[in-house]
T-cell receptor, first 111, second 116 residues
Framework: SQQGEEDPQALSIQEGENATMNCSYK?????LQWYRQNSGRGLVHLIL?????REKHSGRLRVTLDTSKKSSSLLITASRAADTASYFC???????????FGTGTRLTVIP | EAGVAQSPRYKIIEKRQSVAFWCNPI?????LYWYQQILGQGPKLLIQ????????DSQLPKDRFSAERLKGVDSTLKIQPAKLEDSAVYLC??????????????FGPGTRLLVL
């Protein structure tokens, strides 16, 4: 079964604005990962945050994790048209061998 | 470093026909995954290999789907016979070590299957 649920399902912003996507999950996790998928392509790993971490940065990306609320957020600052893609959170459940992907947020950045 | 390779990129078949997909993971990666991604959904794991052994195939419809990873490198996924609901993108991914849920997975471009 799919673990994470992203919110919103779709987001449209102007270039230069910030984009925030949220992910909620249900069980205990070792880590949470964010992936990007451009139309018709495979997924690209963006960032991994472990259960004992609260915030992580990578370039224009900022990820937070709140294990007490079982939620994570992905912030993309100063968005670009090239950021247009679907973004998925994936959870590594405690004791599991594999990742469970959410349904994704479709981000459109308007030039 | 070369990425995960998949072929073909696109396939159109009629229901009840057979189809096979091929994946070559990143060199040195012990773990290989096949996912099914239906339009509008996230990827769903079908099968996970560690070297040439199966770690998890609990969501593989074994009456029609089969997969193998010979010599712990390349892998093939087969559907026989195909149904309309098998229309999806089939993604192959690999990771360096067996810690599947604890590390980054690297994805190929996927094979888009349409069953008519």
């Amino acid at each position: 079964s799919q673990q994470g649920e992203e919110d919103p399902q779709a987001l449209s912003i102007q270039e230069g604005e910030n984009a925030t996507m949220n992910c909620s999950y249900k069980t205990s996790i070792n880590n949470l990962q964010w992936y990007r998928q451009n139309s018709g392509r495979g997924l690209v790993h963006l960032i991994l945050i472990r259960s004992n971490e609260r915030e992580k940065h990578s370039g224009r990306l900022r990820v937070t994790l709140d294990t007490s609320k079982k939620s994570s957020s992905l912030l993309i600052t100063a968005s670009r048209a090239a950021d247009t893609a679907s973004y998925f959170c994936a959870t590594g459940e405690t004791g599991a061998n594999n990742l469970f992907f959410g349904t994704g947020t479709r981000l459109t950045v308007i030039p | 470093e070369a990425g995960v390779a998949q072929s073909p990129r696109y396939k159109i078949i009629e229901k009840r026909q057979s189809v096979a997909f091929w994946c070559n993971p990143i060199s040195g990666h012990a773990t290989l995954y096949w996912y099914q991604q239906i339009l509008g959904q996230g990827p769903k794991l079908l099968i996970q290999f560690q070297n040439n052994g199966v770690v998890d195939d609990s969501q593989l419809p074994k009456d029609r789907f089969s997969a193998e990873r010979l010599k712990g490198v390349d892998s093939t996924l087969k559907i026989q016979p195909a149904k309309l609901e098998d229309s999806a993108v089939y993604l192959c991914a690999s990771s360096f070590s067996p810690g599947g849920a604890r590390e980054t997975q690297y994805f190929g471009p996927g094979t888009r299957l349409l069953v008519l």
